[in-house]
């Protein structure tokens, strides 16, 4: 064995000096970080929201769906005459604001959503969670189990934390009372209300075959592609009286599709988990085509509270009789499993106690908590306060909520204010842009990063493209060509509401824009769902689950029982919205683009 040149071995031995002084500096950079995020800490001294005046009385209203915990709190707040109906969905602040202003005096009910707005200031208002103020004489909040949501939970929480109310009623599934409990734990009195089902819930002892689904059925799906793939199975025995309901549909045409359906033109209704959200409408039977989602990370099979928050929607008190649910079957792919099915009916008839997931309410920052002085100090701002709060809450009934996002999206902002724009880059614009409630997960990002720009230019006189804000209203094209165009004519509101006069638009010119797109989907639908045909593999025409574009065989590696993958798009679906979409086109005298209203 030869020993290593001389030259060699100097050359290691120094790099080895390298290596273990790089070490110390980044072992000392890191105890410097860290005694500065403790100085900071202890400097700043951040502490847990707490508002000044507590409840006098909070009434919890807990049970399972179809209990009445709605609309005894709705009548509460009628009697009462003043205050807040909160929920996660604004389909649900539609619903308690049509059922309020049917019995109140013109005028007194107003709504206030992401998207619409009606006489916001009346004494009684109905909103989504995070439009709803900080204070007033009775707070009503629906779906309060979403405190434990991991995207959109910090809203529920701060509300419940910091909202000064004289007295609150907080509905919610009985699993989640210990989730809550210790956000109102200031208040003067609390009282439990334990609500038991109205109407009976039975479980179909076979599976149903599409031609014998019956009229009042809701049928769930968890994917698009699936809610189409579904609904044209369906349509073959019920030609016409086929509806679809999905959250990519806009707010105007997912309400008209549910008014059909409640009028009895449409029949069946093919829906996603969106109707689980306390969406009331006169269904007797709830069916299951899959009992498989994809959460955004994986799919899995459905928990039992997911699945009673659906089937629960199966015999409305007051719309129908009983309720029945059961599995759907003879859609090629689609293999629902009986037994998760039977676990989620036990926990909507209240027999059994449902999985929820035992998250902590989620404390998230507001710009006052950061000690922040310009915006570039705002991705060490939110690390440091990210530090302090998961160890202030670590004996606390909640957890620090992770601001990643915020951080990214700040760090995104700040080379754009390093020009011509940083005079409009001051700290309150950086964090009101931050916080813009507009999708960030990818392929969206960018279309937050644009609208940003674009209200940093207009404050600073720079010109702004109007169709950089708010895109034309698609010349024909398919459904989904006018559901893109509408989410981003609702990003344009979110921007508008809060930066007017961007690009010379308001957030009506928005609005106006999505409903265009809404009425346009509107008389695609039917054309749309006709012209679907069942998924099949695009190289051996084999029945798949419409999800998939090849099956199994085919898609092996060569030399394992098939060809290689195929990489195309499923046919039928896109091409389905195109040929509607020229029907529509030839409806209305040909393609036409986005006019202003004269």
Not at 23 to 44: C, F, L, N, P
Request: charged letters at 25%; a positive charge.
């Amino acid at each position: 064995m030869t020993s290593p040149r001389p030259d060699t071995a100097r050359r290691r031995e120094r790099s080895a000096v390298r290596s273990a002084t790089a070490r110390d500096t980044d072992r000392s950079a890191a105890r410097a970080e860290k005694r500065a995020q403790q100085s900071w800490v202890e400097g700043a001294a951040p502490t847990l929201p707490v508002r000044a005046t507590p409840p006098a009385e909070v009434v919890f209203h807990l049970g399972p769906t179809n209990s009445g915990k709605t609309y005894e709190s709705l009548q509460a707040l009628a009697a009462t005459g003043s205050g807040v109906y909160a929920a996660p969905l604004r389909q649900l602040a539609h619903e308690a604001y049509e059922k309020l202003s049917a019995q109140l005096p013109s005028g007194t009910v107003g709504l206030s959503t992401g998207e619409e707005e009606i006489d916001p200031s009346a004494p009684i208002v109905c909103c989504t969670v995070e439009k709803a103020p900080m204070r007033g004489e009775l707070l009503v909040l629906d779906e309060s189990h979403w405190v434990a949501d991991p995207d959109r939970g910090h809203h529920w929480a701060r509300l419940l934390l910091t909202g000064e109310y004289r007295e609150m009623h907080l509905i919610s599934a009985a699993e989640a009372h210990p989730l809550l409990e210790p956000l109102v734990s200031d208040a003067g009195r609390v009282t439990v209300v334990d609500h038991r089902r109205l109407s009976r819930l039975d479980v179909l002892r076979a599976p149903v075959q599409p031609a014998d689904v019956r009229p009042q059925t809701l049928v769930v799906a968890f994917s698009r592609k699936t809610v189409y793939a579904v609904a044209a199975e369906l349509n073959r025995h019920r030609p016409g009286k086929v509806g679809v309901l999905y959250g990519a549909l806009p707010p105007a045409t997912r309400r008209e599709v549910i008014e059909r359906f409640t009028a009895g033109e449409t029949e069946v209704l093919v829906t996603t988990d969106v109707i689980g959200h306390g969406i009331n409408v006169p269904a007797t039977t709830v069916l299951f085509a899959e009992t498989t989602k994809f959460d955004g990370q994986r799919v899995r099979p459905l928990r039992s509270w997911e699945t009673a928050q659906i089937a629960g929607r199966a015999g409305r008190y007051g719309l129908t009789g009983h309720g029945r649910v059961g599995v759907l079957t003879g859609v090629a792919g689609l293999r629902p499993d009986p037994g998760l099915l039977a676990a989620g009916a036990a926990v909507a008839r209240g027999d059994a106690v449902s999985d929820l997931p035992k998250r902590a309410p989620r404390l998230r920052p507001e710009l006052a908590d950061l000690g922040a002085f310009e915006a570039v100090d705002l991705p060490e701002a939110l690390t440091r306060w990210m530090a302090w709060a998961q160890a202030a809450t670590r004996d606390e009934a909640m957890t620090a909520d992770d601001v990643t996002t915020l951080v990214l999206r700040v760090r995104a902002l700040l080379p754009l204010l390093r020009g011509s724009l940083g005079a409009a880059g001051d700290l309150e614009t950086v964090w009101r842009l931050v916080e813009l409630a507009i999708d960030y997960d990818p392929p969206r990002r960018t279309r937050w990063l644009t609208l940003a720009e674009a209200a940093l230019r207009s404050a600073v006189g720079l010109p702004v493209r109007p169709e950089t804000v708010l895109p034309d209203v698609p010349r024909g094209g398919s459904v989904e060509d006018f559901e893109q165009a509408a989410a981003a004519a609702r990003d344009a509101q979110t921007l508008l509401r809060r930066f007017p006069g961007v690009a010379g638009l308001t957030s009506d010119d928005a609005a106006w824009v999505e409903e265009e797109c809404a009425e346009s989907i509107s008389i695609l639908l039917p054309g749309a769902i006709s012209l679907v045909r069942s998924a099949r593999c695009v190289q051996c025409g084999t029945a798949i689950a419409p999800r998939f574009t090849t099956c199994r065989p085919c898609s092996a590696p060569v030399g394992r029982g098939g060809g290689e993958r195929d990489r195309r798009p499923a046919g039928g679906h896109r091409t389905a919205g195109r040929a509607a979409g020229r029907e529509l086109g030839a409806r209305r005298g040909g393609p036409r683009g986005r006019a202003r209203r004269g």
